[in-house]
């Protein structure tokens, strides 16, 4: 007597069940059918939830160029600012700014800017 080899989805069937006998009510290729059935709705889920991850990335990169532009401006802010205080105190006693620690202030506002 010759061995039967077993088809594709009797294989599968056993390799996930452990067994070549199949409980399901329209034998392997109703089990067959179910797990197609079943990895479909699995993949769609998936490809939702990869949707939804895209979204969040795209709305993520959307808030980091927006932070980015922001700090731009507020660095050139704070530029300016610096320029001006450097330049008003010119006209300020150098007890005075002494006192309110002019240089100190400086010194601070450069090391923000990374300035040495």
Known sequence: MTERKPDNLV????????????????????????KITRLQSENEALEAANRDLQDW???????????QARVAELEAALKEARANLHEWSDYVPEYFQEKHGLEQDLA?????LGVE
């Open 108 to 112: 601070s506002i450069d090391s923000v």
């Open 57 to 67: 990335f795209d709305d993520a990169r959307a808030t980091a160029e927006k932070c």
């Open 11 to 34: 294989a599968l069937h056993h390799q996930e069940t452990g067994s070549y006998v199949c409980g399901h009510s329209s034998g392997v290729d109703g089990w067959a059918l179910d």
